[in-house]
């Protein structure tokens, strides 16, 4: 657990640390932006980020920095964001791209995140610096640990800024009141019955850095640098009370240290540290080697001479391994990344023609728009280019689950609350009931309505060849076994809006509802944020497949109002449709909530494609291909496998993504989507599709010769477009098959949504005379087994009256 109270600094932070050092010890700051500038925060975190674990900027309205200026701070080692306002922080994470773990917000009087093992901050735990002093500090813990020990002390574990334990000790009231006080390791001797010391007479004296609790309350860490005559904790004068620490990297700086001090003359280390040259010619010669390296114990091997000189060079400037893992730290907060090419001078130069009307920023887009190319036998580095982009559903409820309360609670009130708050529109009504008004099709044009008949009846026609008969089998003489579809009543069909409108998706699951017959359709969408009305292509799709009503809301807020119901808004048996996580998560937790009752077509993840290509391949198509999926979202992923592609193919490929993208209104999506996408090269066809099996793609295209004889070895996808002339927007708008289709792997066990999706399967059976005959001992015989008399009896009775038993039958 972090420490219980969190200080909030309104102004000259720094100063109030050097006045009240014992500050740091609860490992974290929170920064009140409305009083502090962007620079003064990263100013502070620059000069105490590696002393205190978490600091955090209390954003009090989305006013005060704009997207750049927050990316610019969690990238430069703000941990956190306290945000008050729902939306702001929706935006933050649908459209910047910062991770909802970065994110506390206010729910209440707490602010709802993970500190630590620490859930939340409550607001009576935030407390201003001019308030506190080290007896607050002190009060603070003796008021969150507990013990269960008779002499009331507490276990205190000791360990290093390393994390590694030195041993075990118990700390009294009165020694944590000193140690917080004096920012040294103050502890109570058992054995002598008082306050102890650390140091006072060994001379191994600690510095107290940081006091934490642990998950249950019940122990106390404290953080500590071991100082003074030789640095050892135990009485014994070893490192640890168990044992000597073994060499590793923490021990080679500690020699190193104690060389640069005190090094022997003639010595190697010496010579290093007097020799600036010689020290930076056995770095890059060390490095060399290591680049040059093969097999396992060499590359440990040579890693290990190559630490020994780096490390030689940051203690010969003063530099520790602390500062080493502070950079690390701020490097994994980071939520945009450097490209990580290597420096010009340490590749082969290429020559690329530009554009003169190109302007910088594109340029700069150009530049940075390129996938990471893989070899298939580098299996970890394989492994890691098809990790998805992470979807932390469990981390986003918390900002779900209150959305979802409100609108069981207060209907459509709710609904209307969240149009202002999120939509920024006002409603007067949450729903528009069919038929639908004309000015609903306002500025859909002859044409786009032809387009849309069109694709629509494609789908239907697909769609309606998937209706089957009853199916009926005589399993026993007598014994006939049927199964029949019936429709699901009523459904919910979810139209997502935010970064584009997408009506085809109204298609795709409008049309096979109708289909499949079910007896209520209810669309849902996000309102314009122009007018407050729906898409015209909605509504328009809406009216065709017989929608009972429109719902003008997107988000959580959407799919609880289909799930529970409102006013005005119909409860319905299942809910379908993809959207962002928060659309995700709230369909996760209604399909698990027995009040709601209501299933879901499938686990939704951001848009994905995986396109297999080989030599023959036309680049423009290929590079159109990826780009049609990376403009969906900064977290969708596209996948490219070439087989057997030549060094010049790859770069064709390159480039020509390059060029398309900047033909794009969308490039800045593309670019943040190309980030985390990758291409893989492979050797032979059978490899390829093993790979592509493995990903389980949610669209599949085949761009390699004879395309439509490798069909066979796919196993798993949400769809497959084979040849050269099947772009996947066929597939997406008008060629018959549906596009809504399992994303994140989940094509290994869900299929996309078709007719029997809005079906659900009843099965019959009807048994004579004969057949009881003929299946009636086996059925007794089976419940005899489970102990299941009544189950027995209502085959015996009825095979008793038949004569079908013998007489004393048992």
Known sequence: MVFPIIPLYSQNPTGFISERPYLTLTGQALLK????????????????????????????????????????????????????????????????GVPAERLALLEGSVYKNQFGVKNDFKLEDIVPVEKLDSKILTQAILSSVRTDRTDGLYTTLVVDTFERCLGLVYSSKESIEQAVERQVGVYYSRSRKEIWVKGLTSGNTQKLVSIQLDCDADALKFVVVQEGRNSSFCHLETESCFGQFKHGLAGLEKLLQQRKLNAPQGSYTNRLFNDPALLTAKIKEEAEELTEAKDRNELSWEAADLFYFALAKLVANDVSLNDVETNLDMKHLKITRRKGDAKPKFVEKKQESKPEAESQSEAQQVETLRLGVYQSEDKKSVDEALKRPIQRTSQIMHLVNPIIDNVKKNGDKAIVEYAAKFDGVQLKNCV????????????????????????????????????????Q????????????????????????????????????????????????????????????????????????????????????????????????????????GPGNQFVTAAKMYVQNDTQALCSIDMPAGPSEVLVVCDEDADVDFVASDLLSQAEHGIDSQVILIGVQLSEKKVEQIQTAVRQQTLQLPRKDIVVKCIAHSAIILCGSYDEAFKISNQYAPEHLILQIKEAANYVKLVNNAGSVFVGAYTPESCGDYSSGTNHTLPTYGYARQYSGVNTSTFQK???????????????GRAVMSVAKVEGLDAHRNAVKIRMSKLGLLPEGFQ
């Open 761 to 775: 399967y009843v099965t019959a059976q009807s048994v004579s005379p004969q057949g009881l005959d003929n299946i």
């Open 473 to 576: 089998v005589e399993t026993q003489p007598g014994v006939v076994c049927s199964r029949f579809a019936r429709p699901i009543e009523k459904v919910g069909l979810y139209i997502p809006g935010g970064t584009a409108v997408l009506p085809s998706t109204a298609l795709m699951l409008g049309v096979p509802a109708q289909v499949a017959q079910c007896r209520e359709i209810v669309f849902a969408s996000p309102p314009r944020k122009s007018d407050g009305k729906i898409s015209p292509e909605v509504a328009y799709i809406a009216q065709k497949v017989g929608a009972s009503k429109i719902v003008l809301a997107g988000g959580a807020q959407a799919i609880a109002a289909m799930a529970y119901g409102t006013e005005s808004v119909p409860k319905v048996d299942k809910i379908l």
């Open 33 to 96: 932006a409305s009083q502090l500038g962007k620079d003064t925060i990263k100013q502070f975190v620059s000069e105490f980020g590696s002393t205190l674990n978490l600091v955090s900027v209390l954003v009090e309205t989305s006013e005060l920095f704009n997207d750049d200026d927050i990316v610019e701070l969690l990238n430069n080692g703000v941990t956190t964001l306290f945000l008050q306002d729902a939306k702001y922080a929706s935006r933050l994470v649908e459209e910047v």
């Open 432 to 471: 528009i009931e069919a038929p639908f008004p004309e000015d609903c099709f306002e500025g859909l044009t002859p044409e786009l309505k032809e387009s849309l008949d069109l694709s629509m009846e494609n789908v239907r026609k697909f769609h309606a060849a998937q209706l089957v008969d009853t199916m």
